[in-house]
């Protein structure tokens, strides 16, 4: 594969943004998200779903 440089070019242009995420070995921190069970998914849907749908 050839390489061409243009010179002159922004050095954004020239970076290359998968490189410096092989090249970090720190690993990013795990979200702080909440998980919550598919029956409360399921009532808090019906809840706000049936008010709507008793008009149909």
């Known amino acids: 594969m050839r390489v061409v440089l ?3 070019a922004p050095s954004h242009l020239l970076s290359n943004p998968l490189e410096a995420l092989r ?3 720190a690993t990013p921190a795990p979200s702080q998200t909440r998980t ?4 409360t998914v399921f009532h808090e ?3 706000a779903l049936r008010p709507p749908l008793t008009s149909i």
């Open 23 to 25: 090249d970090s070995t």
């Open 45 to 47: 849907a019906q809840a």
């Open 6 to 8: 243009l010179k002159g």
């Open 36 to 39: 919550i069970g598919a029956r």
